[in-house]
C-alpha cells in the first residue's frame, strides 16, 4: 500500500515516539477490530442505511501526518499503521471513522468544506467512540475530575478542524459551538452514547 495523503477527517493521538507497526500487522488487526460488539454494530447499521461496507472499506496505510486513521469520501477508511501499537488504539480509530462514515451514509448533503457539518461529525465521534473516556484522557496526560469529557471532545475537535483548508481558527470556534447541542446529543445510531 502506499503512503496516506489527508484524508477529510481524521482521528489524532498523543504520539509520544511510537514506532507503530507494518502495513500487514495493522490489515490483521482491523481484521480482529471487526469482532468488537461496537464496530460490528455500526458497520450494520451502515448496511442497513444503504450503504455498502466492502472488503476494502478498511484499509491500513502507512501515514506521513501524526495521526491515527481518517474517513474520506468515496474512499472509505484508513488507519495509519506507523503511528498505532495496540489493538486497543485500532478499534478506537476504527469506530471513530466509523461514525464518520455513518454521518456522510445518513446525511446525504453532508459537506466536509461546510465547518459546522465537519465539526457536528466530529463532535459525534468524539462523543460517541470513547475518544474521550477519563482513562484515555489520563493517558495523553490531561487531568480533570469534572467536565473532562466535554473539554476533550471541544479540544479535539477544533484540532481536527485546523486540518480542514475551509476552516479558519475563528470559523472553526463559531461553528462548533453554534452545533456543539445539537450534535453532542445526536447517539444516532445508538440509543444513547455507549
Excluded at 481484521?31 to 455500526?42: A, T
Amino acid at each position: 500500500m502506499e503512503d496516506a495523503a489527508a484524508p477529510n477527517s481524521g482521528s489524532d493521538l498523543n504520539l509520544g515516539g511510537k514506532r507503530g507497526k507494518s502495513i500487514e500487522e495493522c490489515q490483521d488487526m482491523i481484521q480482529r477490530s471487526f469482532r468488537n460488539p461496537i464496530v460490528k454494530f455500526l458497520m450494520e447499521q451502515m448496511e442497513k442505511s444503504g450503504c455498502r461496507v466492502g472488503d476494502n472499506f478498511v484499509k491500513a496505510v502507512k501515514c506521513t501526518g501524526p495521526v491515527a486513521g481518517g474517513f474520506t469520501k468515496g474512499r472509505g477508511i484508513t488507519v495509519c499503521s506507523n503511528y498505532l501499537t495496540i489493538q486497543d488504539e485500532v478499534n478506537q480509530v476504527v469506530i471513530h471513522e466509523l461514525i464518520h462514515a455513518y454521518d456522510e451514509c445518513r446525511g446525504k448533503n453532508l459537506d466536509w468544506t461546510n465547518c459546522a457539518h465537519h465539526a457536528c461529525s466530529e463532535i459525534r465521534a468524539g462523543h460517541l467512540s470513547g475518544d474521550c473516556h477519563f482513562k484515555r484522557e489520563l493517558l495523553r496526560g490531561f487531568i480533570k475530575l469534572r467536565g473532562h469529557e466535554q473539554e476533550c471532545i471541544k479540544r479535539r475537535v477544533l484540532k481536527s478542524l485546523r486540518g480542514n483548508p475551509y476552516c479558519s481558527e475563528v470559523a472553526a470556534k463559531d461553528a462548533m459551538e453554534a452545533v456543539w447541542d445539537t450534535c453532542y446529543n445526536d447517539t444516532k445510531p445508538f440509543d444513547r452514547a455507549p
